[in-house]
């Protein structure tokens, strides 16, 4: 780096709260399985603690050589569903306990892949895996679970949503916070190193490093410099900043690779928000003109940060995947959580805002009274604009018993705090009950 490069960075560490937000170890599990669960966690616990025992050694060595933090070291491993076999609701509890043990041994923050693909239709071991969900993510502490419903190929598996709601509302009656460890996928990708949908996919490699980096306060810093400019000058302007950003990831995620003697997967860009100010995607909205986010305005320039972000990294490294852009989470995002409760950011604002980022309708807490079939209608919603856009949609919501709109509820941590968000009280039931699947938009067809 030349010097300017390095005082450059620096600022963002010290001054606009720069950090990578994560670095994942994928590891792929399709060898560890065995004749029955047992043996194949006792696999799983072993493989798991075979490759990622020194990752956190060789990410905090990589942050005091280059002082650049790395907020969390992550483990995603191969969809368990897709190993599970003919595993029953209970079986599958070996392997979420397989996981969490060896997520601890190891020292990481999480361990996500406790997943199912089904977008098409249910296996024995999907099944067994969305059954066990109330047990799985109460009785462990570090496990992450997704579960990808629809796609722009396969259309939309409205049984499985139908079966999501009634779990998100049997698991909000188990803990008011397991459900953050929750998220359900439109169009889910086989990279991402972001939790809680991380899994490691069929077709990475056997293991890998994958990388999250962040920033959404050198973003606004940077446009704190840029005010009266004009529009094209605020994309560039984010464009240039991305690029800075990304160059940063991939030189942190080459740097771990290598040291751990595995593969470089990829750099995901995404701009993901903490609790903290001045860590804010909704403050960088807001800087762009919005008074408050929420307001008319806020798609668009929502949009336009979205494609800049991604311009910039594309530019920056060949590597870039995951999801890359910016995260709405409401609870992780001071300036969000400020619009939620001032009522200037609604559910359906929100949802209109899931049509141009990154993911969907991402930590937002709803009355603990909501039916199952409105959660599930709210997931067919997400999933449709994933599915009709050919883009990923999530949906983490978080219903909590005893709680009514305006309550604030505390996740702690980086989960943060939410207000309770009201939700259209008529009913979606005999919608949600057909069941069925939801056949794939026309233009899906392109082979």
Do not use: W
């Amino acid at each position: 780096m030349e010097t300017k490069q390095i005082q450059e960075t620096i600022n963002m560490v010290e001054e606009e709260h720069l950090d990578i937000r994560t670095v994942t170890m994928g590891i792929s599990l399709l060898d560890t399985i065995a004749g029955d669960p047992q043996q194949t966690a006792k696999n799983i616990y072993k493989k798991v603690t075979t490759y990622a025992k020194d990752l956190i050694k060789v990410a905090e060595q990589i942050e005091r050589e280059y002082g650049i933090p790395i907020t969390n070291k992550r483990i995603s491993v191969t969809p368990i569903a897709l190993i599970a076999g003919h595993a029953t609701p209970d079986d599958m509890l070996y392997y979420a306990h397989a996981l969490d043990d060896a997520a601890k041994a190891v020292g990481v923050d999480f361990i996500g892949g406790y997943s199912a693909l089904v977008q098409k239709g249910f296996a024995n071991g999907d099944l067994a895996l969305i059954k066990s969900l109330p047990r799985a993510l109460t009785e462990t502490d570090l496990v992450m679970s997704s579960v990808n419903i629809g796609s722009t190929k396969a259309g939309i598996n409205l049984d499985a949503i139908k079966l999501m709601g009634e779990t998100v509302k049997g698991i909000s009656e188990k803990s008011d916070t397991a459900n953050a460890k929750l998220v359900i996928f439109a169009n889910a990708v086989e990279d991402n190193p972001f939790m809680a949908g991380a899994f490691h996919g069929v077709s990475e490699a056997d293991v890998v490093i994958n990388v999250g980096v962040s920033g959404p306060g050198v973003v606004k810093r940077a446009l704190e410099k840029v005010k009266g400019e004009s529009i094209q000058v605020v994309a560039e302007t984010v464009k240039k900043t991305a690029f800075k950003i990304t160059r940063v990831g991939q030189m942190v995620g080459a740097l771990a690779a290598e040291r751990l003697g595995v593969e470089f997967g990829i750099v995901d860009l995404s701009l993901a928000p903490t609790p903290a100010r001045g860590d804010s995607v909704a403050e960088v909205l807001e800087e762009i003109g919005l008074e408050q986010v929420g307001t008319h305005g806020t798609t668009a320039a929502l949009m336009l940060l979205n494609d800049a972000v991604k311009k910039g990294g594309v530019m920056a490294s060949q590597r870039v995947g995951g999801l890359s852009g910016a995260f709405i989470p409401v609870s992780e995002d001071a300036g969000m959580i400020d619009a939620a409760k001032e009522g200037s950011l609604t559910l359906s604002k929100l949802e209109a805002m899931t049509a141009v980022c990154s993911v969907g309708l991402d930590m937002i807490a709803i009355p603990g009274d909501t039916s199952a079939t409105t959660i599930s209608a709210m997931i067919a919603d997400e999933a449709a604009i994933g599915v009709q856009n050919n883009k990923t949609t999530a949906v983490r919501i978080l219903p909590t018993l005893g709680t009514k709109v305006g309550d604030m509820v505390d996740y702690g941590g980086l989960l943060g705090t939410a207000p309770v968000m009201p939700v259209v009280e008529k009913s979606s039931a005999d919608f949600i009950n057909r069941g069925g699947h939801i056949p794939a938009p026309i233009h899906s067809f392109k082979n």
